[in-house]
């Protein structure tokens, strides 16, 4: 029984420890959270009434009520990771409908309104486990659902937030398979403990020690806001929020400066979208949008700056630079050239090698001087 006490013990801290850590975060880190705190505060309510009672006791009967919330909570934590599955004020009191129900028979066994239990403790704590496993394995498709509808908006990478709801969920899917065999087990066969929650406390513990270890490797596990939209469904209606527009701008910047892949004629603004990590719907967003430019002005912009060097420096032939500098054909080229200088490509050459030295290279740098 010391053993059992103490694994009780463990458990309870840890799950408190959880609920701590919760309360230490910023208060819109821990808004987005808070079903996740209520989940592992109940866990360690439970486990301390579980210490703190016997069967006979009358707080103990609140054990399996308590319990039954715990697929609710679980249910609506990552839910709230997703918008558009946020359940609905009717669903909410559908899914607290169980505990509700043991909840008001407790009272009125304990208010003497009824003189028998209508179910047995024993039998109680056998519901426990399928009822809270319905509510993963229901959330587990929803997650599926939405995993497969951000790979298909979004060329980034699984998020961290996703891969530690996907593998909470499948930890909690094998924790509560054990309690459905061990119930069954003991049930059907002559398999005895020295208490009958002593085995099932232990794996609870190894559940919430695997958890802490993925939460201390992994703390940051949030959504970007841009994965949320996506997620709900309403990236194309809201368009990208200002941060994000700067960060994708700035790193759509570095990515034409550091690499240059204006300079092939072959690119595309689903190459470019996929370089930049979005799809080819918000790069023309981010482009139209938040930078006021086309696709085609926004490369040919740079395209158009490198040909006016290389017609500075080097002697190549006008379509030769056309080629170098990423366009596809040489009247293509001229259009552009025209529109940001106003003059053929062989007549801007023509005046840069009649100016001074000390203004070629202002002249030569075209929409970016």
Known sequence: MLLHELVLVSSATTSLLFVFISLSLPFKQRNSTHYLLGYFALIGVVQLVDIATGPGDTLHQFIVPLALM???????YV???????????????????????????????????????????????QLIAPVELSFVIA??????????????????????????????????????????????????????VTHSRAFLNTALQLFLLVVAWYVIRSPRILYTEQQKLIMA?????SGLTPELSNYYARKLDKLIRDEQPYLSNELTLSALAQQVGLNTHNLSQLLNEHLGISYHDYINRFRVTHAAQLLEETTQSVEEIAYQSGFGTRAAFYT??????????????????QRPDNQRHTNSMGPDG
């Open 233 to 237: 469904g309403k990236y194309h209606k």
């Open 79 to 125: 839910t709230a990771q997703i918008p558009h599955r946020q359940a609905s004020p009717i669903s909410l009191g559908l899914m607290f409908l169980p505990a509700g129900l043991f909840l008001l028979h407790v009272l009125l066994l304990e208010g003497e309104i009824i003189m028998a239990p209508l179910i047995s403790n024993k039998v109680a704590y």
């Open 336 to 353: 552009a050239f025209k529109k940001y200088h106003q003059v053929t490509p062989a007549k801007w050459r023509a005046g840069v090698n």
């Open 139 to 192: 959330v587990s498709l929803q997650l599926r659902h939405a995993t497969v509808k951000l790979s298909q908006a979004s060329n980034d990478p699984q998020p961290p937030l996703l891969c530690w709801l996907q593998r909470f969920c499948w930890l909690n899917i094998t924790i509560l398979l054990v309690e459905v065999v061990y119930y069954t087990a003991l049930a059907t066969t002559q398999l005895q």
């Open 70 to 76: 715990l697929g609710p909570l679980f249910y609506l």
